[in-house]
């Protein structure tokens, strides 16, 4: 089994993103590509990954300090390397693999609901961590700009470790990053942390439910059209067979 891996998720036609993280790295890396969301993606690592931790790479960050990268894999357990909007924010951070195994894993069906995600669901996974820490100071983003890419306003945000490239959806403008960055979750007692996870739990399961419910739809529609299409070239190959019969008793064939 291997001991820690990283994985940069990706989807087809961003090529070009993928390939400059992995370039940033510096050491080998699995790269996940399809249309799903990051929770689709860690769902297939831990059904399809034998290893013992995943450092869970989006496409769009870019490693400042390859040695930072390596040192944090140091540190034991789960390992938060981003906070904002709260732990393992972006999905960025060493997750194990046991505990994503016991953990609801369904994939999002649009950029609203994996957003969802990335705020509750990381919450509940931090909720069974027994080891969980942050990588010391280095790993928040407090210095950022905004920059326009491929015509399009994009906030850049940089630690000592990481760069990332966010689609301004309306968050904090970069003049103000900073200063809510330098907060982080500092001013957030361990008991305040508790009742937010109790809150955010009650949704987070109602919305898993709601995308497995989701999903046993989708399964059921398959296999009803795949039955409806079985039974139409059955009846299309009886109909050939009984008009191979008529013709054979005329003696036309």
């Not at 510096?26 to 690592?45: C, H, N, R």
């Not at 059904?47 to 790479?57: A, D, V, Y």
């Not at 000592?160 to 001013?187: C, M």
């Amino acid at each position: 089994m291997l001991k820690d891996l990283i994985v940069v998720a990706t989807s087809p036609g961003r090529e070009n993103f993928a390939q400059e993280s992995l370039k940033s790295l510096e050491q080998p890396a699995l790269v996940i590509s399809d249309f799903g969301y990051e929770t689709g993606k860690l769902k297939w690592v831990a059904e399809n990954i034998n290893c013992e931790r995943i450092l869970f790479i989006q496409d769009t960050v870019v490693a400042i300090s390859p040695e930072l990268v390596r040192q944090a894999f140091l540190v034991p357990g789960s390992v938060c390397l981003n906070c904002d909007p709260n732990h393992f924010g972006s999905f960025l951070g060493i997750f194990e693999t046991d505990i994503l195994r016991k953990m609801p894993l369904v994939d999002s069906i649009s950029k609203e609901e994996s957003i969802r995600f990335e705020r509750d669901w990381t919450q509940l996974y931090l909720w069974h961590c027994k080891l969980f820490s942050h990588f010391g100071k280095k790993m928040s983003f407090r210095k950022a700009r905004n920059e326009i890419s491929t015509g399009k306003e994009v906030l850049i945000l940089e630690s000592d470790v990481f760069r990332k490239i966010k689609t301004n959806w309306g968050q904090l403008p970069s003049k103000l990053y900073s200063e809510h960055s330098a907060l982080d979750s500092i001013t957030k007692t361990p008991k305040d942390e508790g009742l937010e996870l109790l809150n955010l739990r009650h949704d987070l399961e109602t919305l898993i439910a709601q995308a497995k419910e989701r999903e046993e739809l989708i399964k059921e529609m398959t296999r009803r059209e795949i039955s409806a299409s079985l039974s139409s070239h059955i009846k299309i190959h009886l109909l050939d067979f009984m008009r191979f019969l008529k013709l054979r008793f005329r003696g036309l064939i």
